[in-house]
Every structure is written in C-alpha cells, then in structure tokens.
C-alpha cells in the first residue's frame, strides 16, 4: 500500500486528488489529510478514507473538527504547527494543494521522506525554488508537477537531453475577463473575474487567471523548475485551453502537450507516474474541437506578464515579494478595497519599493529570508503608502 497526504485536501486540487485516490482506495494507506475552513468536508473524507490524521489550519475550529471526527478513530489536529507534524509523518506520495504561501512550510518537510511530492502549490516554487528543489536533492526526494502547463512540459521531456530545449511555451486561456474592452476592466467586480471559461478551480486562482498573475506566478515556476533561462521561456494566449504547453527543440520541431481541462490528469500522472493508467478524463474528438486559437497576450491588459520576467530576471527574493504583494493585493481586490486593474499597480510599487535593496539579492536564500520579506510585502502592500 502507498502511503499519501493531502495537503489542501478540501481545496479544488485537493478533492480532484481524493477521486482518483477513491477510485482504487485499498490501494492507499492514507496518513494525513489537511483543510482550513471547511470542516465538515475535511471530517467526512477522512473517515471515507479512514486517514489517520485530519488538520485544520485554523487553530479556532479544532473543536469543531473533534467533534465531526468523534467516534471513528481519525486524530484531529489544528494549526501552523500541527500542519508540520502531519508532513513528518512518513509517507510515499504527498499532495502540496495548500493556497499560497502556507504551502511553502509543509511541503518541504514533507520532502524528507524522500518520496514523491506532486507540486500544485506553485507558490512554493515562485517564492523559494532554489530552497525547494536544493532540499528534494538532500534527501533524495522527487518532485512532480501538477500545474497542467508544467505536468505538460515534463511530460514532453521525457526521453529528451536538456541541451536540445530550445524554448518552452506555456498557454493561458485569458481568463474571464479577456474579451472585456480595456476601460470597462477597472470596474470587474470580484464575481465578474472569479468566472473561468474552461477550468473548474478554486476562486483565487481563478481570479489570479483573470489577471494572468497566475500565469506570472506559471512563468517563474517554469523556470525554478526546468532551470529554463527567462529568455526562454514563452506564453501564448489559448483561449480553448486544450493545449497546455508546448516545448520547442533545438532542430525546430514542437512538441505540444493536449488535453480536457480536467486537473485530474496531471494529478494522475504525477500520482501513477512513472506508469500512464486510465483516467477518468473526457477524451478529445480533434474533429469536434476543429479549431485552436493562439494570440499574443496584450502587455495592457495583463501587466502581470511583465512584472514576472522582471522577477524572473532579477531573481533572489524578488519571487517572494511578488507572490506576497499579489496575494494581499488580491485580498484587497476581494475586500472590494481596491480595483481590479489596482493589483497590478500595487505588485509593481512593492516591487519598485525593494528594488536596490540588499536583501533582494542575498544569497542564499533560507525559509527565515522567505517567510520575513513575504509578512513584510504583505504589510506594506496594504499601506496607503503603495496606493
Ligand atoms: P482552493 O482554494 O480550492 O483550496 C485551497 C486549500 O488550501 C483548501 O484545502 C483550503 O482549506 C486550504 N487552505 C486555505 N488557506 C489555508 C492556510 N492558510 N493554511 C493551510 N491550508 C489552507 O485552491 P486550489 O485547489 O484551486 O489551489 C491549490 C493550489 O494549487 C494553489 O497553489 C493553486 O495555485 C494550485 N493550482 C490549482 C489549480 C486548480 O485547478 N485549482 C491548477 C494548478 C495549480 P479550506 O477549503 O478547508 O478552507
């Protein structure tokens, strides 16, 4: 039997990975499952799939949790610490589905198992790569990706010698808002940009869609993960979503990677991997779909695009304040403080703001560096003085 967690397990990732890992559960010992607010949902999956531990992030709802855990032998736990010693206790496979940042902790101790950690959480990578992928080396752990741009571009790889990578393309719907005019996008409301045209996710990212940042955050992880200098690395808008990546070798040819928007795919691959079962993922009439579209995303509408490469060039710490100015910014954007389009311009001020600073370019970087520069972004990106 597979020893697995689930970290974010009541999450979008979460629950597409608790149906395959259903779908054949004796063949899982399942260890810890972790959600924040959604308790009844965390308390019934881990008495499904008998677990051995259930953890809420929110210390204030252990209680509630107990409670809903009474009577079937599921532990119940609660809290940043608890968090930590759920990924300590040893497991084989490990699902980092966390939201944001709170990943990042949890997911690097889960690597001293040296097992496999399938990576949605690509904050990880975008604030502290070089921490992420120097403590899978130390304790030979692997790590697969489970954004479908990334499951994608791996999956094209395989078999292929790093030197003949000529450029990777990743592709991006738009999201919601991408056939608005320009000046109606200042007034997107919340509801307006948590709407995606293909995929079925959770709201943050859904709206990080809208703006790109997701793809921003998409671009950064390509490179922390694949080593790919930011000169080459690409993304096209797709508005079909069926192609999610494509990878273009030194002799010309493109290799592209396609498939239903259904995260359950790079979920399995990197769950089965380095087998290909079968999945329960609609499969693709070419026929049916009869056009694919591509378009250069416009510099105007997603400034976010822009900001990425900046980070991406300048590296250090600069990931780490960009994911933490993006999700305060986005906080405020669905507090209904600031607009759609103010994200962008907050990302870019925090960003300015540390620019010649010391501590962007300190090397190396530790978790301490990360986790201070990330409440420090956070803070100042809610300060007036950034509006
Ligand atoms: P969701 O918002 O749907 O789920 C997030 C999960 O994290 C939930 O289990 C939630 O618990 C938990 N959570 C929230 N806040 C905290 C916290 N502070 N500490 C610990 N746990 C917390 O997110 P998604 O599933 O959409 O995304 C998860 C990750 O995967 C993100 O990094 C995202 O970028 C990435 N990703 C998502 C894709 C998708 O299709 N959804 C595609 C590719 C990557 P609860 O719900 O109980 O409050």
């Known amino acids: 039997m597979r020893r697995v967690s689930v970290f974010g397990a009541t999450g979008s990732i979460g629950q597409n990975t608790l149906d395959l890992i259903a779908r054949d559960a004796q063949a899982y010992d399942v260890i810890a499952l972790t959600g924040a607010g959604n308790i009844d949902l965390l308390a019934a999956d881990a008495i499904r799939l008998r677990a ?26 609660a809290g940043a610490e608890a968090l930590l010693q759920a990924a300590d206790r ?24 040296g097992g496999t950690l399938a990576l949605a959480n690509k904050e990880s ?26 499951s994608a571009v791996f999956q094209a790889l395989v078999g292929e010698a ?32 948590g709407s995606h045209p293909n995929w079925d996710m959770g ?28 000169g080459g690395i690409e993304t096209v808008i797709h508005p079909q979503s069926l192609m999610h990546a494509l990878v273009q070798f030194r002799d010309g040819a493109l290799m592209a990677h396609l498939g239903a928007p259904d995260m359950r795919h790079a979920i399995g691959y990197a769950l089965h991997w380095p087998e290909r079962r079968d999945l329960p993922v609609a ?57 759609f389009t103010d994200m962008a311009r907050r990302v870019d001020a925090v960003l300015n703001h540390y620019e010649g600073q010391s501590c962007l370019d300190a090397a190396p970087i530790t978790l301490d560096m990360v986790q201070d520069i990330d409440r420090e972004a956070r803070a100042l990106t809610r300060s007036d003085r950034m509006a």
């Open 90 to 113: 040893p497991t084989d496979w490990c699902m980092s589905a966390i939201v944001g940042a709170a990943g990042l902790a949890p997911g690097l101790r889960a690597l001293r198992h």
């Open 283 to 339: 499969r693709l009439d070419l026929a049916t779909v009869g056009q694919l579209d591509f378009l250069a995303p416009d510099p105007a509408r997603y400034p976010a695009i822009g900001l990425a490469y900046a980070v991406m060039q300048g590296g250090g710490l600069r990931g780490a304040v960009f994911n933490a100015a993006k999700e305060a910014a986005l906080d405020l954007f669905l507090d209904r403080q600031i607009a």
């Open 52 to 77: 051995e531990v259930a953890v809420t992030a929110d210390e204030t709802r252990l209680g509630q949790l107990k409670d809903a855990l009474s009577g079937s032998g599921v532990e119940a736990a």
């Open 162 to 193: 790093p030197d003949a990578v000529e450029k990777i393309i990743i592709t991006g719907s738009g999201g919601g808002l991408r056939d608005w005019p320009l000046e109606r996008l200042p007034s997107a409301k919340p509801e307006d940009a």
């Open 125 to 150: 990578l975008v604030c502290a790569g070089p921490i992420l992928m120097a403590e899978a080396a130390r304790y030979g752990a692997r790590i697969l990706p489970v954004d479908s741009e990334h």
């Open 203 to 230: 709201q943050r990212i859904t709206i990080d869609s809208a703006s790109m940042f997701n793809k921003g955050m998409e671009l950064i992880e390509t490179k922390e993960f694949f080593g790919t200098p930011p």
